[in-house]
């Protein structure tokens, strides 16, 4: 139906009923929804609107469809009739009720039974009125307005109320720090991390549990002093405000399957649904600590590993020549033992002295075998510690027995080792690193087998090649590894020994190495049977030295200069080589360079790389300049970690090298290199300049 009555029909209402068009200024507005079959009726109910002060704005409807139609428009009130052809009053307010339409809705009826007016109200009508007393329309349109909008602004409260519960709850559970809020000792409400915290499958698990379940005996005094509710009624303002919100303090907790846990927490007390609450946050700092507590550990071994990186440099030197006047003790005493022999047959005297000095021969092979494991273990403790990244051909056996010589401590109470090696190739890396990747596993491998049963247990070394990779198997007859563990293996700071013992970041450390030189590490684990770890690197089949192979005729007499500010090393090496060498000895590389420039002529120069006074690499620039075609004679003695320049100068240049503590037998091998054959001598290194 379209609205009732047109613009001039609503001109002429107001004429008629005295009222003057200026007055409908000062009226409400007031869009009304007219629910009735009578024109006539519905035009003495829009009088009376006016009489009482609006000014409707109306639609009048009969019928159910259009009824439908017009509750698709907002309206502030709605007048209805009790009872027409084809609508009455509760099937109409029904149909308002049932698309959840707040509006005021009024029964306008001419005569009614008691019957229809209740069933009226109770569809959902707010009151009911006689047209013979339209005096009441006014006072009742008031009322429900009112109350109308009262509705609303509680709707529109409700509805905030819920957002922002909503908004709080989910906030409550984005938390990361566990909360809970507890009244008289039980749990109330929790969120999800308070749920992971203590091991629960959800929230509803904790709901109803005693705080104290959570607090070990210790730590329970001061947890519930931090829990203590504030008495509003009998502290202050500001003892409220200073215990509303407490520090954190460190305690231990305990989980529902047990386990302790360390948390910071603080708690606040107000009043939640009119009762006391306290409302608890706590934050695990198990891990935290862990880490510290890693982090502490790593810092150990990283000043162990420097103290021994210096402790293995400085051993170098002394061992050096210890090892040298051994080997020429050894000799000497050999040769006076054959020269008695021979007198023993002239000199009866002489005769019991041969058995005593073959025995002092025997001693001395004795310290020189000493000697020599110790100049391994100064050489492991050197490459162990050696900080640089470079690649190398490296022999993976040496590589391993390096490792088993460094875990020798934890190895030799736990297990027999068992090696291994079959014939390889090299492969590229950094000796260092692998060497700290062999080691690591040797350890975990003696770790997983107890102390005391030594005979019954192995750790099997294995060395191999297949299809262009070198593998190294480290396989003990340990404990094994959990399948639910081997997933978390190579996990940073995963692991299963005690605090102390490890600090989870071996494996991971080591899987990041291996992959830097393209290798991979397997693991093959029973529990109860033992763990096999394997490290997998690619093969170099066909390295390329720069060594030419060693000669099979005694090297020719050549004159050596070594520059080494250590006296002692000086004179045993002068005293192991001179009777195969004229040797000269200075103590430093500007007298080095002083001798060479007035002429003198070497064949071989041998320079420590920390010798002081002049870095080696500039002594080498400077033949190199005057002399490029002899800088193939020099040899530099490596010990230690030196620093990257001069390590650079004699990577790039591929000078030979000699390792400390210096090994005679290594020293004579690469001068046989240097001086071949017999042949008449070459002419010697000097820097005086030739015409």
């Known amino acids: 139906m379209p609205f009732s009555g047109s613009m001039q029909n609503r001109k002429g209402a107001r004429a008629s009923a005295g009222i003057e068009p200026a007055a409908a200024a000062s009226r409400r507005p007031l869009r009304v929804l007219l629910i009735e079959d009578n024109p006539d009726d519905a035009s003495l109910l829009l009088r009376e609107l006016r009489k009482v002060g609006y000014e409707p704005d109306s639609r009048r409807v009969d019928v159910l469809k259009h009824l439908q139609e017009a509750l698709e428009s907002s309206w502030d009130l709605i007048l209805c009739d009790c009872q027409m052809p084809g609508l009455d009053a509760p099937m109409a ?4 009720r049932g698309r959840h339409i707040d509006t005021p809705c009024i029964i306008v009826s001419g005569t009614v039974g008691e019957e229809h007016a209740v069933a009226a109200m109770r569809s959902g009508a707010q009151d009911f009125i006689l047209k013979s007393n339209l005096s009441r329309l006014g006072p009742a349109i ?11 602004r509680h709707a529109k409260a409700q509805s905030a109320l819920r957002a922002t ?19 008289d000792g039980f749990v109330t409400h929790t969120n999800s991390s308070a749920a992971s915290l203590f091991g629960a499958i959800n929230t509803e698990d904790l709901i109803g549990r005693a705080i104290v379940e959570f607090f070990t005996p210790t730590d329970q005094p001061g947890a519930f002093e931090r829990m203590r509710p504030v008495e509003s009624t009998r502290a202050g303002a500001a003892e409220r405000a200073k215990a509303a919100a407490r520090p954190f303090a460190e305690l231990t907790m305990v989980r529902l399957d047990g386990k302790l846990i360390q948390v910071e927490m603080t708690g606040m007390s107000f009043v939640f649904e009119d009762q006391p609450a306290i409302l608890s946050v706590l934050r695990d700092v198990t891990g935290r600590r862990e880490m510290v507590a890693r982090s502490m550990h790593i810092d150990r071994m990283l000043a162990v590993g420097t103290m021994a990186a210096g402790v293995g440099h400085e051993i170098n030197n002394p061992l050096g020549y210890v090892m040298a006047n051994v080997t020429y003790a050894s000799g000497e005493v050999s040769r006076i033992a054959r020269e008695v022999e021979a007198l023993s047959g002239r000199l009866p005297q002489a005769v019991p002295l041969a058995p005593a000095l073959n025995e002092v021969v025997s001693i001395l092979s004795e310290v020189d075998e000493g000697t020599r494991r110790i100049r391994d273990i100064a050489r492991d403790l050197n490459t162990f510690a050696r900080n640089d990244d470079e690649l190398q ?9 390096s490792a088993l010589r460094m875990a020798a401590a934890e190895v030799r109470p736990r297990a027999r080792v068992i090696r291994e090696y079959a014939e390889v190739p090299p492969v590229r890396a950094n000796a260092s690193r692998v060497s700290q990747v062999l080691l690591n596993l040797v350890i975990n491998a003696a770790h997983a087998i107890g102390k005391g049963a030594t005979f019954a247990n192995n750790i099997t070394v294995r060395v191999r090649s297949d299809a262009g990779v070198v593998v190294a198997e480290v396989a003990d007859t340990g404990s094994g590894i959990a399948p639910e563990h081997r997933e978390r293996l190579f996990t940073p700071f ?31 684990s029973e529990v109860g049977v033992g763990t096999t770890m394997r490290v997998v690197l690619p093969a170099v089949e066909d390295p390329q030295t720069s060594s030419a192979p060693l000669s099979t005729s005694p090297p020719r007499r050549g004159r050596i200069m070594l520059i080494d500010d250590d ?30 420039r007035v002429g003198e002529a070497f064949d071989v120069v041998i320079c420590d790389m920390t010798a002081p006074s002049m870095p080696p690499d500039e002594i080498y620039s400077k033949i190199e300049q005057a002399l490029p075609h002899l800088t193939s004679r020099i040899v530099m003695i490596t ?36 001086l071949p054959g017999k042949g008449p001598r070459s002419p010697g290194l000097s820097l005086m300049k030739r015409d």
């Open 93 to 96: 307010v029904a149909a308002i």
């Open 142 to 152: 008031e009322r429900e307005l009112r109350d109308s909008e009262i509705r609303i």
């Open 165 to 183: 519960e909503q908004s709080f709850r989910a906030a409550f559970e984005l938390i990361p720090d566990a909360v809970l809020l507890h009244q």
């Open 393 to 401: 051909l490296v022999d993976l056996r040496a590589v391993a027995d």
């Open 494 to 524: 995963f692991t299963t020994k005690p605090l102390g013992q490890g600090t989870g970041l071996g494996l991971s450390i080591s899987k990041r190495i291996i992959e830097s030189f393209q290798g991979r590490i397997e693991v093959e």
């Open 567 to 596: 006296r002692l090393v000086r004179a045993a090496f002068q005293r192991a080589l001179s009777g195969e060498h004229d040797v000269v000895l200075v103590g430093s590389a500007s007298e080095a360079l002083s001798r060479l």
């Open 639 to 674: 010990g230690g970690e030196p620093s990257k320049r001069p390590r650079a100068v004699v990577d790039n240049r591929a000078i030979p090298t000699l390792e400390k503590p210096l090994d005679m037998d290594q020293v004579r091998q690469l001068l046989a290199r240097m």
